[in-house]
């Protein structure tokens, strides 16, 4: 499945300068047993509500890891670490118009 499909139902629209190729596996992070758990545990919360699916390997897939941030309430939220696919998304320059008063 080509990634530009997989990521068409996100809130923004990214445009890639190439097609995403994944040469090396990421390095994952080692984790304790009790942060294994933690983001088992958020994986099957996002899984029942349907924010994310498994899906079965396929050729172009693109691997990335997952760590999790700790919330004000206490609780953790998992983060998407897409780092490496920033190499391969277009680069929009804008000039900002706003000012610094002195």
Known sequence: MDLTNCLSHLPCHLEFETTPRQVNLPKFPKLTKRKICLIELEIKKLTSKGTVTEVSPC??????TVFLAPKKTGDFQPVINLKPLNQ?????????SWSLLT
């Open 88 to 96: 391969f998304v277009e680069k929009i320059h804008f000039k900002s």
């Open 59 to 64: 050729d172009d897939e693109f691997i990335y």
